[in-house]
C-alpha cells in the first residue's frame, strides 16, 4: 500500500486532485458518515466535466443519495453543468450493510452497462459509508474486487484511517484526504426528510396500476400475502423476465390477489417479478427503512398519560393494556382478566367510545364527558355494572350520549334510570340516546332521569353500520350467547396525512383550513373553495393532489363474549377482516373446552383461529377467566400455536 496524503480543501484542491487522479480510470471514494465524501464526489465530478474530462459517477448509497433514486444505484453525468442520471438498478433498500450482497451485485451490472456505452471514461464510485466491522471489511473488499477498482480516495477526520488492515491488504493506490471541518453528517431527521424529496421527485410523473399477485413472482423480503397493511407504502420495483427494470414505484392498495401501485415506467415489457426489501413510509410520509414484522408476541404496558390510569406494579396481572392504532388509541382499562371495558380515543378530536361498562374503577370522570358513544355487547353483569359510575360522571351539561345495545337495551336502561331517586338534579341529569340493534332495524328511544321516555324514529341497518360520518364507520353482528350479544367493528374511513415539504415550498403555513381539506377530502367534496393563508384560493380537489397522503384507514374489532358455533365464527370472520387490532375473548384454556360449551364462551384455540381467518394484523386476547390469574402463559402459549402470523399482545 502507497498512501498519499493531499492537503486540506483549499482554493486549487480539485485542480490538484484531478492531476494526481487522471491515470486511474475506476476511483472509489470511501469515508465514513460525515466526512463530506458524497458532496466531494460530486464536486469532483463537476470539475472534471468543465475540464473536458469524460467522467461518470456510480452512486451506491440507497439509503441517502445526493442525487437519483434512493433505494437504487444509479450512474450519473455532467451535461452543461447540470447533474443527469443515465442508468438505475433498484434494490428496495435504505440499508446497505443488512443487503451488502444485492448491492454488489447491482453495482456490478451497472457497471457492465456502462461500461457498453461509454468506453475510457473515469468512473468515480460513491459507495455507503459502511467502514466499521465485518460488514464495512466486506463492502471493501468485494467493490475493490468486483469493480477492479484502480485507486481509492479516502476521507478522514483524523490520522487513523478506517479498517486500516483491510486498506493495507490492498494492491491499488491510496489518496487520503482531510476531511472539511464544516462536513458533518446531518440528522436522522434531515436524512429522511432529503431522501423522501427525493422519491417525491422520482414519483412526481407516476401513474397507478393493478398487478396481479397471482401471476408475478414476489422476491426479496415481500410480507406474507394475508397481511395487506404490511404492504401499503413499501417501494417496489416491477421487473421481465430477464431481471431487467420494467417500473419502479410505490405501494397505495393490497389484496390477497392485487396489488395497486404509483409507479414510474422504464420499460413497455410485461412485468414477471416483484421485488420488494424493506424501503417504505411511514405514517408521517417519510421514506424508511421499514421494521420487520412484529414478532408474534408482543408485551405492552404503555397507557395514554391523559387517562389518568397509574401503573401499580403490586397489580400487575389487572394492568390497563393499551393499542396506538396512529388515529387512536384503544385501551382495555382493566386489563385482561377484570369485566371488560375497551375505552377508544380518536387522536386530535374531542371523540372517545367506550365499548362495554365492566370495571370502570381506574377511570377519571373526565374521560366520561367526553365519551360520544357506549357499544354495549351484552347485559351480563360484567359487562354493565360500570353504568352507575358513567351515569353519575355524566351529571351536567355534557349533552346526550348515545348507547348502543342489544335487543331490550331500552327498557333495561330506564329501569335503572327509574331505579334512582332524581329531586336534586333539576335539568341536569344526563342525556341517552339508546339504541337497540336489530337484524336490520334500530330501534331508538330518549331517556332522561326525571323525564318520560321519548321515542325516536328507528333507522334501517345497511351492511350492520350503525354509525357512519366522514371518519369512520361502526358496524355491528349480532351474535349468540344463549342471549343476543353484540359484536363491533370500528373502521378508519381513511388516512389523510398532510406534507409539509409541500407546505414549506409553496409558502403556506398551517392552520385550520388544512382541518377544512380533510374534511372535504373524507366527504369527497373536491369542487369546494378553500381560503389559504396566502389570500388565494383553491379547490380541496387542486390541494390533495399538491399535499395529501391518502392511505387507506385502519379497522379495529372487539368481540366478547360469544359460543363457539359455526354461524357466529362466520359473522365475527366477516366483521374484523383485515383488521389491525383484534380484541377477541379467550375465556378458557384448550383443556376446559367443556366449561367453555356451557357457559358459551371462546377457547384460546377459538380465538386465535378467528384472527388467523380474519387475516388481523395483530390479537389482544382478553376476558382471561380468573382460574388463569396466576399461570396467563398458558393461554398465550395456546393462542400462539395457532395463530400463525398473527402478531399475539401480551399483558405480562
Wanted: aromatic content about 6%; hydrophobic content about 40%.
Amino acid at each position: 500500500m502507497h498512501a498519499v496524503d493531499i492537503p486540506t480543501i483549499g482554493q486549487n484542491f480539485l485542480s490538484t486532485l484531478t492531476v494526481r487522479l487522471q491515470p486511474y480510470r475506476r476511483i472509489l471514494l470511501w469515508g465514513e458518515p460525515g466526512t463530506g465524501k458524497s458532496t466531494l464526489a460530486v464536486e469532483l465530478l463537476r470539475h472534471m466535466s468543465l475540464q473536458a474530462h469524460p467522467c461518470m459517477l456510480l452512486e451506491l448509497d440507497p439509503g441517502t443519495p445526493p442525487f437519483g433514486v434512493p433505494g437504487a444505484v444509479s450512474i450519473a453525468h455532467m451535461n452543461t453543468g447540470e447533474l443527469l442520471c443515465q442508468y438505475m438498478l433498484p434494490l428496495c433498500t435504505l440499508n446497505s450493510a443488512r443487503f451488502r450482497l444485492p448491492l454488489i451485485v447491482a453495482a456490478r451490472n451497472l457497471l457492465l452497462t456502462a461500461q457498453s456505452h461509454n468506453d475510457g471514461s473515469t468512473l468515480l464510485i460513491d459507495p455507503p459509508g459502511i467502514v466499521k466491522g465485518v460488514g464495512g471489511a466486506e463492502l471493501l473488499l468485494s467493490l475493490v474486487e468486483t469493480l477492479a477498482i484502480e485507486a481509492l480516495l479516502i476521507l478522514c477526520k483524523t490520522s487513523d484511517l478506517p479498517l486500516e488492515n483491510e486498506l493495507s491488504a490492498l494492491s491499488v493506490p491510496l489518496f487520503r484526504v482531510s476531511a472539511s471541518a464544516a462536513a458533518k453528517r446531518p440528522t436522522k431527521t434531515a436524512r429522511a426528510k432529503s431522501r423522501t424529496k427525493l422519491w417525491d421527485q422520482f414519483l412526481a410523473s407516476a401513474r397507478r396500476e393493478e398487478c396481479d399477485l397471482q401471476a408475478m413472482h414476489p422476491i426479496g423480503t415481500p410480507p406474507p400475502n394475508d397481511t395487506p397493511d404490511a404492504w401499503l407504502g413499501k417501494q417496489v420495483a416491477l421487473l421481465d423476465s430477464a431481471g431487467n427494470l420494467v417500473a419502479m414505484g410505490e405501494i397505495v392498495g393490497c389484496t390477497a390477489n392485487q396489488l395497486t401501485a404509483r409507479i414510474v415506467r422504464n420499460s413497455p415489457a410485461q412485468a414477471t417479478t416483484l421485488l420488494i426489501r424493506d424501503a417504505g413510509r411511514n405514517e408521517a410520509g417519510h421514506l424508511i427503512t421499514v421494521p420487520p414484522p412484529s414478532p408474534r408476541t408482543h408485551t405492552t404496558r404503555r397507557v395514554p398519560g391523559d387517562m389518568g390510569i397509574a401503573y401499580r406494579p403490586a397489580d400487575a396481572r389487572s394492568q390497563p393494556l393499551s393499542i396506538h392504532m396512529g388515529a387512536a388509541w384503544a385501551t382495555l382499562v382493566g386489563g385482561v382478566f377484570e369485566d371488560p371495558l375497551l375505552h377508544v380515543r380518536l387522536r386530535n378530536q374531542k371523540r372517545s367510545f367506550l365499548f362495554d361498562l365492566g370495571a370502570p374503577a381506574r377511570l377519571p370522570a373526565k374521560i366520561a364527558h367526553q365519551v360520544e358513544a357506549v357499544f354495549l355487547s351484552h347485559a351480563h353483569l360484567d359487562h354493565i355494572a360500570g353504568f352507575i359510575w358513567f351515569l353519575r360522571s355524566r351529571l351536567g351539561p355534557f349533552g346526550p350520549c348515545t348507547i348502543f345495545g342489544p335487543d331490550g337495551s331500552i327498557e333495561r336502561f330506564e329501569h335503572f334510570l327509574n331505579a334512582i331517586t332524581w329531586d336534586r338534579i333539576d335539568d341536569r341529569g344526563p342525556m341517552f340516546i339508546v339504541a337497540e340493534i336489530r337484524e336490520n332495524e334500530l330501534i331508538q328511544a330518549q331517556l332522561q332521569p326525571g323525564r318520560k321516555r321519548v321515542s325516536l324514529p328507528s333507522r334501517t341497518i345497511k351492511d350492520g353500520i350503525i354509525i357512519a360520518d366522514d371518519d369512520i364507520n361502526i358496524r355491528a353482528a349480532i351474535c349468540d350467547h344463549n342471549i343476543p350479544s353484540i359484536a363491533y367493528a370500528l373502521e378508519f374511513v381513511r388516512g389523510i396525512s398532510i406534507r409539509k415539504d409541500k407546505l414549506r415550498k409553496l409558502n403556506l403555513n398551517s392552520g385550520p383550513w388544512l382541518g377544512q381539506l380533510k374534511k372535504c377530502i373524507s366527504s369527497q367534496s373536491t369542487d369546494v373553495y378553500i381560503d389559504l393563508p396566502d389570500g388565494s384560493k383553491q379547490t380541496a380537489g387542486e390541494l390533495a393532489k399538491l399535499l395529501a397522503i391518502i392511505t387507506p384507514g385502519k379497522k379495529l374489532a372487539y368481540v366478547a363474549d360469544m359460543a363457539d358455533t359455526q354461524e357466529n365464527r362466520r359473522k365475527v370472520v366477516k366483521l374484523a377482516h383485515g383488521a389491525h387490532t383484534l380484541f377477541c375473548e379467550a375465556a378458557f384454556a384448550k383443556a376446559d373446552q367443556g366449561k367453555a360449551e356451557a357457559t358459551q364462551h371462546l377457547t384460546t384455540i377459538a380465538a386465535a383461529r378467528i384472527a388467523k381467518s380474519a387475516g388481523v394484523k395483530q390479537l389482544v386476547p382478553f376476558h382471561f377467566s380468573k382460574r388463569y390469574e396466576f399461570k396467563p402463559h398458558l393461554l398465550y402459549e395456546e393462542i400462539c400455536s395457532e395463530a400463525g402470523n398473527v402478531c399475539i399482545i401480551c399483558a405480562t
